[in-house]
């Protein structure tokens, strides 16, 4: 999905941009009264770091405590993570200001939130992984009256 959403923010943008020029392709033509209001609407969004940290949990919790279950979500997610890195990459380095400074506040919420999803996956992996009616082989034929 991150890549799905840059595409609508960088197409709205342009289409901003666009407007500003008058529909021309003229980059010296803008109606922005100065220089400074010119500087900020074509440096372009801020970089919000809260979703991505939201990303990176919540992709570290479902793979944690469903991939007992579903092993093929570990390289799912390593793909997820992947596509995150080099997405957030290329949003600092060609598309977003500089990124505010975080202070560790954000990052200490992060891992207290992931020291509670081993003690989750414990006890959902104990339920999936004990539950016969999940990883039992046995099937029941079904009866139907003609």
């Known amino acids: 999905m991150p890549l799905v959403s840059f595409a609508i923010e960088w197409l ?4 901003y941009r666009l407007w500003d020029r008058s529909f021309t392709f003229d980059t010296q033509r803008t109606k922005q009264p ?5 500087i900020d609407f074509y440096i ?3 970089f919000g ?3 991505r940290r939201a990303a990176l949990v ?8 469903l991939g007992p279950l579903f092993p093929l979500l570990y390289p799912v997610t390593l793909l997820a993570f992947m596509v995150l890195m080099v997405h957030e ?3 600092i380095v060609y598309w977003c200001r500089e990124p505010p400074t975080y202070d560790e506040k954000m990052a200490v919420t992060c891992i207290k939130i992931l020291r509670i999803v081993p003690l989750a996956t414990l006890f959902v992996a104990f339920w999936q992984l004990g539950n ?4 039992d082989n ?6 139907t009256k003609y």
């Open 138 to 143: 046995f099937t029941q034929e079904i009866m």
């Open 34 to 38: 100065g220089t400074q209001a010119y």
């Open 12 to 15: 709205i943008v342009k289409a």
């Open 44 to 46: 372009g969004p801020s």
């Open 49 to 51: 770091m809260e979703f």
């Open 132 to 135: 016969k009616s999940i990883l």
């Open 58 to 65: 919540s992709n570290t919790a479902i793979a944690m405590i």
């Open 89 to 91: 990459r290329l949003l």
